[in-house]
Structures are given as C-alpha cells and as structure tokens.
C-alpha cells in the first residue's frame, strides 16, 4: 500500500512538473487582460527549427529534395503545402482552442488594444509509417504587446515559454499532426490566460 501510495505521487509530481513545463511566464503578469475579451494575433516564422535538421531552410531543403527524386515536380508542391500549412492548419487550430479555453478571441485584424505575438521556435513534424507512429510537438514564445505605445523600442507586457507542447500522433498527414499539436499549444495557454488575468 505504501508502494502505491509512493507511486501516485511520483505520477502526481511527474505531471505536475509537465504541466508547468506547458508554459511558463517569464517576464510580466498578465493582469491587464482581465476585462479584455479580443487581441489582435500575429505570428511570426522568422527562427523556426525542425527536428533534427536544424534551421526550416534545411529541412525544406531535403524534403523537397526527397520528393523530388520520388516524383519530378512533386518537390515545388510539397514546399508550397509545408508552407500553406500555417495558414491551414496550425493557426486556425491555434486560436480554435485559445477562443474556447481563455473565454476570449483572438483576430489577425488590427483594431485591438493588445497585440498577440506568437512565435514558433521548434517543430518536431513526428511520424506515421502505417505500424508505429510519433507525437509532432512545437515550442512557441509568446509576447503580448501594447499598440498604443507606438516607440521604436516597445517592450512586450509580458512573455510566456511554451516548450515542447505535442500534439498530433496518428494523423498521416504532416499539416493536420503539427495542427494538433498548435491545438494543444492554444488549449493550454487559453487556460493559463483565463487563470491568470484577473
């Protein structure tokens, strides 16, 4: 009994530890939202890294490499998927799930006080081979801005870390698995927002 005991907190700490791991802030509180129910969002791609190859450009790079030995011509559509899929899958799913769990909405157009920043650092695209599969996962920072303050130098209220968030696992295709995964990243920082601006 005592084994057991022992054994569920270890689980409950391991999950605990997962759980702040999720998102974490790290510079400013988020206490100005409290009556705020729309911010403008806006997602930046300009540092993004992909599993083991390093910086997007690589990764790109040999996939389209790969579908192009395969089948001539499949590489220029595949690069065009890749990159439409931000738009397709992984920012609706994003803001979906962030809409639902933060009781607010996000919107791409300006006109709000506060402007959503969503950063992706690192995509882990995971995998489907039919008999064994793995979790696609990303690492998002993201910063909440004032748009009032219109100063060359603007400093972002605050700043919140969410490092290997994964989602998708089982999806073969590689938009919809890493959309899941932008899915799991909006649910947690909604709920984190809705916790913590009050």
């Not at 400093?155 to 590689?174: E, R, W, Y």
């Amino acid at each position: 009994m005592k084994r057991l005991f022992a054994l569920m907190l270890l689980a409950g700490s391991l999950f605990a530890t997962a759980t702040s791991q999720a998102q974490d802030l790290v510079k400013g509180d988020l206490k100005f939202l409290k009556d705020v129910k729309e911010l403008q969002v806006v997602y930046v791609y300009d540092d993004v890294t992909v599993g083991k190859d390093g910086k997007e450009a690589n990764y790109v790079k040999r996939r389209k490499a790969e579908k192009e030995s395969k089948t001539p011509g499949s590489g220029d559509t595949w690069e065009q998927s890749w990159y439409g899929d931000r738009k397709a899958h992984y920012q609706p799913k994003f803001e979906e799930l962030f809409d639902k769990y933060a009781d607010r909405t996000l919107n791409e157009e300006a006109g709000a006080r506060y402007m959503m920043e969503v950063h992706t650092k690192f995509i882990e695209v995971g995998y489907n081979v039919g008999i064994s599969s793995g979790k696609a996962a990303v690492s998002l920072e993201i910063y909440i801005y004032d748009t009032q303050d219109t100063s060359p130098k603007r400093k972002p209220l605050c700043k919140i870390m969410m490092n290997d968030v994964s989602g998708g696992k089982g999806q073969f295709a590689t938009g919809i698995r890493i959309g899941e995964a932008y899915a799991k990243a909006g649910k947690s920082l909604g709920k984190f927002v809705h916790k913590k601006a009050k």
